[in-house]
């Protein structure tokens, strides 16, 4: 029987057109929507939050945008239209998730953000390490090992990503002026993207010495594009301290990693919502602690 009741929920959600996970236990009902989980570090964020949500058996519907911001107002929607009683947003884009947090306020549904923000709208909490620190610190490290005005390039994330919009200035804070940041393209925070983009960037610009990619995705992406080019001579720094990036610290193929918390993120977001639906104040933005990885 309880087989048959998961496959019905799965068969739902299929017809429904939404891709995601979901978890039912008691009366509060909580909608979590998440750029994409084809990244490490937002399957760690879902996993807190899911298991948080078991303690306090909570029903949380948790729903993957995979990137696309169209499908995330459209998930939002949805979500308002089932009357969750709040919602935790990872926005795809910072900018075009405001009218989604606003038709959340409007129907009378309060909104956490988490790793990215919101603007636009009312938010009642932002869960999130300080990516502009966590930015300063990568261009400070990276600056100590290739030296000053030596050539490096920026491998930046999602375009109008809160994430993008701080790490980069966050690392420009730190090197402009003293390094050459020869190119800033984008490879949307993926992996596959990541080593297409370093493929070019080595032909157009052979003499760059040093990466800072937004985060690890990119970076492994750019690892092996500098592998397949015999490029040892390039250090790479990347952000979010994944699994796999940490194995690349370990073995020296990419010089350090910004660490976040995504698991601990995803837990007090939980932790956030019922202090919200206790009618409890709580202050709008809780930091989460960063560290550099490295050997």
Same mark, same amino acid.
């Not at 926005?91 to 989604?100: G, K, M, N, R, Y």
């Not at 925070?189 to 080593?195: A, D, H, M, Q």
């Not at 010089?255 to 837990?267: I, N």
């Given at each position: 029987? @309880?087989?048959? *009741?998961?496959?019905?929920?799965?068969?739902?959600?299929?017809?429904?057109?939404?891709? +995601?996970?979901?978890? $039912?236990?008691?009366?509060?009902?909580?909608?979590?929507?998440?750029?994409?989980?084809?990244?490490?570090?937002?399957?760690?964020?879902? %996993?807190?939050?899911?298991? &948080?949500? &078991?303690?306090?058996?909570?029903?949380?519907?948790?729903? %993957? /945008?995979?990137?696309?911001?169209?499908?995330?107002? %459209?998930?939002? %929607?949805?979500?308002? /239209?089932?009357?969750?009683?709040?919602?935790?947003?990872?926005?795809?884009?910072?900018?075009?998730?405001?009218?989604?947090?606003?038709?959340?306020?409007?129907?009378?549904?309060?909104?956490?953000?988490?790793?990215?923000?919101?603007?636009?709208?009312?938010?009642?909490?932002?869960?999130?390490?300080?990516?502009? #620190?966590?930015?300063?610190?990568?261009?400070?490290?990276? =600056?100590?090992? !290739?030296?000053?005005?030596?050539?490096?390039?920026? =491998?930046?994330?999602?375009?109008?990503?809160? /994430?993008?919009?701080?790490?980069? @200035?966050?690392?420009?804070?730190?090197?402009?002026?003293? =390094?050459?940041?020869?190119?800033?393209?984008?490879?949307?925070?993926?992996?596959?993207?990541?080593?297409?983009?370093?493929?070019?960037?080595?032909? #157009?610009?052979?003499?760059?010495?040093? !990466?800072?990619?937004?985060?690890?995705?990119?970076?492994? +992406?750019?690892?092996?594009? =500098? $592998?397949?080019?015999?490029?040892?001579?390039?250090?790479?720094?990347?952000?979010?301290?994944?699994?796999? /990036?940490?194995?690349?610290?370990?073995?020296?193929?990419?010089? #350090?990693?910004?660490?976040?918390?995504?698991?601990?993120? +995803?837990? *007090?977001?939980?932790?956030?919502?019922?202090?919200?639906?206790?009618? $409890?104040?709580?202050?709008?933005?809780?930091?989460?602690?960063?560290? *550099?990885?490295?050997?």
């Amino acid at each position: 029987m @309880k087989k048959f *009741l998961s496959f019905l929920v799965v068969c739902l959600f299929m017809v429904t057109g939404l891709t +995601g996970c979901f978890w $039912k236990k008691g009366d509060v009902t909580i909608g979590v929507s998440i750029s994409t989980l084809n990244n490490p570090f937002f399957v760690e964020l879902r %996993d807190g939050i899911k298991e &948080e949500a &078991e303690e306090y058996g909570y029903d949380v519907t948790v729903l %993957d /945008a995979q990137d696309d911001t169209a499908a995330q107002l %459209d998930h939002i %929607d949805d979500l308002i /239209a089932k009357k969750v009683d709040i919602i935790i947003i990872n926005p795809v884009d910072s900018d075009a998730i405001a009218t989604a947090v606003e038709a959340a306020n409007d129907a009378g549904i309060p909104v956490i953000t988490v790793d990215r923000s919101a603007n636009g709208g009312e938010v009642v909490t932002h869960i999130a390490s300080d990516n502009v #620190a966590g930015g300063k610190m990568a261009g400070e490290y990276l =600056l100590e090992l !290739v030296g000053k005005d030596a050539k490096v390039v920026e =491998l930046q994330g999602v375009p109008g990503a809160s /994430a993008t919009i701080d790490r980069g @200035k966050g690392f420009h804070s730190a090197v402009d002026g003293k =390094l050459s940041v020869v190119s800033s393209v984008t490879a949307n925070f993926n992996r596959s993207e990541g080593l297409s983009v370093m493929e070019d960037l080595l032909e #157009a610009h052979p003499s760059i010495t040093g !990466v800072f990619a937004h985060n690890d995705e990119m970076a492994l +992406g750019a690892i092996q594009a =500098l $592998k397949a080019a015999n490029r040892t001579d390039v250090i790479v720094v990347g952000f979010d301290a994944t699994d796999d /990036a940490k194995t690349a610290v370990t073995d020296g193929t990419m010089a #350090a990693t910004v660490a976040q918390q995504p698991k601990l993120m +995803g837990t *007090l977001s939980i932790e956030y919502a019922k202090k919200i639906l206790d009618d $409890k104040e709580v202050d709008e933005s809780i930091p989460v602690d960063l560290t *550099l990885v490295k050997k």
